[in-house]
């Protein structure tokens, strides 16, 4: 035994694997023939798919306006009640109006006053009035020639003032400064006033003659003279030099700077000279100033009496009908100030909330009544991720809580731009306007909302549950070789496990997927297993997952609050 066990070892392990597998079949499969798998079919057929988003809110009037009044005053009539219906026009209320018709009154004088002129140019100015221009003109001339004499004796003081200012800084401290190499102690006085205008210096240099000491003198001028203890000149322009001896070493030299800036009276000097300058300019600007403002006053006078004397020209003759205009523009604000104190339904509807009352005081900030559209809207609210979807012109279903019977039509017509944050969520008002009014609608009614994201027709389509994923591919189920009896809604019975078959989906909703590739009208798919020897029954779930054939799997698709089906 052990010699054939040893030469038959992988035959006889081929045989026991088969009996094995033999008996698990046995017990599993076929001992249970009498319970076998069901597979409930369904075929992919044509349908229209209506993709729609739910909301909840309420009836709102589409126009609720707090009338208040244009003006502040005392209300001094009121003219409505709640419930009343008024028309667009109707007056309303009254504020006092004493103060706009004193307005009023004093604009229809300006224009009365204004067309009056208006005659005036169109017939020309009178003999008396041709008189006074003329003399204006010759007031003017005068004046004219007054400015300019002005002007030539503002130069001429002026003028003398700066020459004074620009002396006494040029002379201001005036010294010899002796030169570094000079040498015993002779010293130099410098006397009399500059009174030439340039700036600069005179060097005076030591020299020896066989008639004694003299001094020689360059820079402003140029010349030479005895050194002597009394006055002498320097130059020709007032200036005077005094040696305290007549012994003076040869060479030594000494600079006379005009001015001596180094002094200690020059900078007080320098601005007074810069004062007098800046004075001098400002003068002749004013006295300038005046001739340009005398002449335009003679060219006025001239061009008022050229006026006077010809006949109104077009320019005139439309400055004074703008005064005209303008005279009207006033009287159209006065007479709309007057207008405002008496207040008006802009629109048809129902008065509410009128507690006003006469003597009360009415401002722009005080409602003294509300009035309502009869036109009525629901405003519904929506989070963040459904108003994304939606858009203005979108289709809606609307139906009312109080009035069960009644469903109307209506599409969205506003969005709000930002949302509300209430305990973290988002949320937008979306507001639906009905396509046909009823009077059994009351705003402050509860409302409900389908709107209509998207409509596909004439597509094919599975019911959701047949519909399975694996990793982002998406499947479903068929039998290889369908019964004949494949609609038995308890399933069929099928030999064969089914087979995975490839799709490509589109649009969904809460019931069915579109099947844009991998089906064809009329095939059937698996949307249930009914395992009776299993503890439930397996479909397709709205939960991710995968699905393998004969077990529940999920499938992936656009969440949808309501949707509907339609087969062809």
Do not use: C
């Not at 003399?135 to 004046?143: F, H, I, P, R």
Request: aromatic fraction near 4%.
């Amino acid at each position: 035994m052990k010699e054939f066990y040893a030469k038959h070892k992988k035959k006889i392990i081929i045989v026991a694997v088969i009996l094995v597998a033999g008996g698990i079949y046995w017990k599993f499969f076929y001992k249970k023939a009498d319970a076998q798998v069901r597979y409930v079919l369904e075929t992919a057929s044509k349908q229209t798919i209506t993709q729609a988003i739910s909301g909840s809110g309420q009836v709102k009037a589409l126009s609720q306006l707090d009338i208040k009044p244009l003006v502040s005053g005392t209300l001094v009539q009121m003219k409505v009640k709640d419930g009343d219906q008024v028309k667009a026009g109707q007056v309303l209320a009254v504020v006092d109006q004493r103060n706009a018709a004193a307005s009023l009154a004093q604009a229809k004088a300006s224009l009365d006053s204004a067309e009056a002129n208006y005659q005036k140019v169109i017939s020309g100015a009178t003999n008396q009035e041709l008189a006074v221009n003329q003399l204006s003109v010759q007031s003017a001339q005068n004046g004219l020639d007054k400015a300019n004499k002005d002007l030539d004796s503002t130069k001429r003081q002026q003028d003398t003032l700066v020459g004074n200012a620009y002396r006494n800084m040029l002379n201001s401290g005036l010294a010899a400064t002796p030169g570094s190499g000079n040498t015993g102690s002779s010293t130099v006085t410098v006397s009399g006033a500059y009174i030439g205008t340039d700036q600069g210096s005179y060097t005076i240099s030591i020299y020896a003659t066989g008639g004694g000491l003299r001094f020689s003198y360059s820079g402003l001028e140029t010349g030479d003279g005895l050194v002597d203890t009394v006055p002498k000149p320097l130059g020709t322009k007032g200036l005077y030099v005094q040696f305290s001896s007549t012994s003076i070493p040869v060479n030594n030299v000494w600079t006379v700077s005009l001015p001596n800036v180094t002094s200690s009276g020059y900078l007080n000097s320098y601005n007074s000279y810069q004062s007098a300058l800046q004075s001098r300019q400002d003068a002749i600007d004013n006295a300038q100033q005046a001739i340009v403002s005398a002449q335009n006053s003679l060219d006025q006078a001239k061009a008022n009496l050229a006026l006077k004397q010809e006949p109104a020209t077009a320019d005139q003759i439309a400055s004074a009908q703008a005064q005209v205009s303008s005279a009207k523009a006033q009287l159209l604000n006065a007479s709309t100030a007057y207008s405002n104190t008496i207040i008006t339904a802009p629109f048809d509807g129902a008065i509410t909330q009128a507690d006003a009352k006469v003597g009360d005081q009415a401002s722009p900030s005080t409602a003294i009544a509300v009035l309502l559209t009869n036109q009525k809207v629901v405003e519904i609210s929506l989070n963040e991720v459904d108003v994304a979807k939606v858009q203005v012109g979108q289709k809606a279903t609307i139906t009312f809580d109080a009035l069960s019977d009644l469903s109307l039509t209506g599409h969205i017509t506003q969005i709000d731009l930002v949302g509300t944050v209430s305990q973290g969520v988002v949320s937008y008002n979306v507001q639906i306007s009905l396509d046909n009014q009823d009077d059994r609608i009351k705003p402050g009614m509860s409302a409900n909302a389908n709107i209509i994201l998207d409509v596909k027709t004439d597509v094919l389509a599975v019911p959701n549950s047949a519909i399975k994923t694996l990793g982002n591919n998406s499947y479903v189920e068929v039998l290889a070789n369908p019964p004949a009896n494949a609609s038995d809604p308890s399933g069929v019975i099928s030999v064969t496990p089914p087979v995975q078959k490839p799709v490509q989906i589109g649009m969904s909703n809460d019931e069915v997927t579109e099947i844009t590739s991998g089906l064809n009208e009329g095939d059937s798919v698996v949307v249930q297993t009914v395992n009776p020897a299993a503890t439930k029954t397996t479909q397709t779930q709205s939960s991710g997952g995968f699905g393998l054939p004969g077990v529940g799997g999920g499938g992936n698709f656009n969440r949808v609050i309501r949707s509907t089906s339609t087969g062809r």
